[in-house]
């Protein structure tokens, strides 16, 4: 249970109202307090953001924040409380900001009780700028990126660790879509990579080898401590990364999750993984410490009135609303047939109605659907069920599968999830996603609800950061449901997805999204230029 202060401060001629979340006191380390992961901002408003942080103990976290990068007049207040209940990380919300302003901020921190004050003064300074109003139209820019530590690709002891998220800085976007698997909480990290040639930085050097994924079999699910233990060893390792601390004191993100946050292609509801682990005890203390450390990890503004939601909408000016989707926390099992009279949900009806509701109401010239799971690309595994009973393979993971397949996925949620947007006249629509660890643009027109006017939108998926890099499918590989046309594709590539959006030289308000490689450049043909409908 976390308890909430507020007090107020002046800054400029706007009232700095600073809510302080803090945790349950816990004996932590006896030592000098230091930060020890970075620290970084998210889910930032016209008027709010959420400051993130982590200590080396049981600490007070306090923040300075000014306009002025030289702090020439910092503000600050009451303190957030890290304790081990957390991991000792803490997060401070900061409200009654100005729009559209950049705002810089520094952490320092205090023992318990606010006494042996701790400054860190001399650490780093990070930074973020608020979004305009929504009556205002500026520029803006984003980056779509995920897939960080997968399939052995950890990180790197040639390059120094992530060296993709210093191209991403370089670009200075305004805010960082972070789509889902921060961390691949169902891997290991041996120094041998995953490629020739490639070694890892371990997570333990003095025992390079013993970093073990989530789903390892000697890792007993009936233990909480050494469940929760494991998920913080793959969040500490991450962000213990020099290049994605440093991208993360420049630029403020927005976290979202998917299955790695947890171990493969799971769903938080059920009572077991899949049916070879059926047997397997303890499933829902992964799946809660998976969130309860997502949380921990994720500069995120959680919702008072239901502290374990991850979907929620952010509006950017007058031109961008961004819709963050949860595909993890209500879907059916994945080896369940989508044969019912009702379909079978992975977002579930819930959720879907706050996202139609959201895209009608929303002024907004370009609503971005952030999904964790492609429209049309099948994910996970086809499940064939043999004479004898026996089924091989789990089920498809996302909407999609493949003609001719074992009806698992979830494609009738999504031909609901068409119609509905298709009722509503949804226009200037583009779904954003990584989870397949390639790249590519697609295009959709169908006439979902039949009434003669088909519903238009796009789909822009990205990724991998720093994972296993896949080949591009085909069309004939993609789920036919929703009438897809591939414009771009490519795989066998490190990247992310650099999108933005502004006036340009006709008057209009453009979408424009590119593929950006490990170096930074753009590649050949993924350039997606929209005009608004």
């Not at 809510?19 to 932590?28: D, F, L, N, T, V």
């Not at 023992?111 to 973020?128: C, K, L, N």
């Not at 879907?352 to 659907?369: F, H, P, Y």
């Not at 238009?456 to 590989?477: C, D, F, I, M, S």
């Amino acid at each position: 249970m976390f308890e909430h202060t507020r007090f107020v401060v002046a800054l400029g001629t706007a009232a700095l109202i600073l809510a302080i979340r803090s945790a349950p006191s816990a004996q932590g380390p006896k030592q000098p307090l230091v930060l020890t992961h970075g620290i970084a901002s998210g889910d930032v408003t016209s008027s709010t953001a959420v400051i993130w942080a982590r200590a080396s103990g049981k600490a007070q976290m306090h923040v300075e924040i000014d306009t002025d990068p030289a702090f020439a007049h910092p503000k600050s207040g009451r303190s957030a409380h890290a304790s081990e209940a957390t991991d000792f990380t803490a997060h401070m919300m900061l409200e009654g900001l100005q729009p559209d302003v950049r705002y810089y901020y520094r952490v320092w921190l205090a023992g318990a009780g606010g006494q042996g004050r701790s400054r860190v003064s001399e650490g780093p300074i990070g930074t973020f700028k608020t979004a305009p109003e929504a009556s205002q139209s500026r520029p803006v820019s984003f980056i779509v990126g995920a897939d960080i530590g997968g399939q052995r690709y950890c990180r790197n002891a040639a390059q120094g660790g992530y060296a993709i998220f210093a191209k991403m800085e370089a670009l200075r976007p305004d805010f960082y879509l972070a789509n889902g698997d921060a961390i691949y909480a169902d891997g290991d990290c041996p120094v041998t990579g995953g490629e020739p040639g490639w070694v890892n930085i371990p997570e333990n050097t003095d025992i390079p080898d013993s970093f073990k994924g989530i789903g390892d079999p000697s890792v007993d699910w009936t233990n909480v401590d050494a469940v929760r233990e494991v998920f913080l060893r793959h969040w500490r390792y991450n962000r213990n990364d020099p290049f994605t601390q440093s991208f993360l004191r420049s630029t403020s993100m927005i976290a979202q999750w998917d299955d790695h946050e947890v171990i493969n292609d799971f769903g938080a509801p059920w009572t077991y993984w899949n049916w070879a682990n059926i047997n397997r005890a303890g499933y829902p203390n992964i799946v809660a410490a998976g969130l309860d450390t997502f949380f921990s990890y994720s500069p995120i503004a959680r919702d008072q009135a239901d502290r374990d939601r991850i979907y929620r909408s952010f509006r950017w000016g007058k031109d961008v609303e961004i819709f963050v989707l949860d595909a993890r926390s209500y879907r059916d099992r994945n080896d369940t047939l989508d044969t019912a009279a009702d379909f079978k949900p992975m977002l579930g009806r819930e959720q879907i109605a706050w996202l139609v509701d959201g895209i009608e109401r929303s002024t907004a010239t370009w609503k971005i659907v952030s999904s964790d799971v492609p429209i049309s690309i099948p994910t996970g595994t086809n499940m064939t069920i043999l004479p004898d009973g026996t089924r091989v393979g789990f089920g498809r993971d996302a909407w999609a599968r493949l003609p001719g397949e074992t009806a698992t996925g979830f494609r009738r949620e999504l031909l609901y999830l068409l119609s509905e947007l298709d009722r509503i006249n949804a226009e200037n629509l583009v779904f954003v996603a990584t989870d397949v660890h390639y790249a590519t643009n697609l295009a959709y027109e169908l006439d979902a609800d039949g009434d003669g006017d088909p519903l238009k939108l796009h789909e822009v998926v990205r990724g991998p950061l720093n994972a296993v890099k896949n080949p591009a499918k085909t069309k004939a590989q993609l789920d036919p449901s929703a009438n897809p046309t591939v414009l771009y594709t490519e795989g066998g590539i490190f990247n992310f997805g650099y999108v933005s959006v502004g006036r340009q030289v006709d008057g209009q308000v453009h979408f424009i999204a590119d593929a950006r490689g490990d170096n930074g450049l753009q590649r050949p043909g993924s350039i997606l230029d929209l005009t608004p409908q």
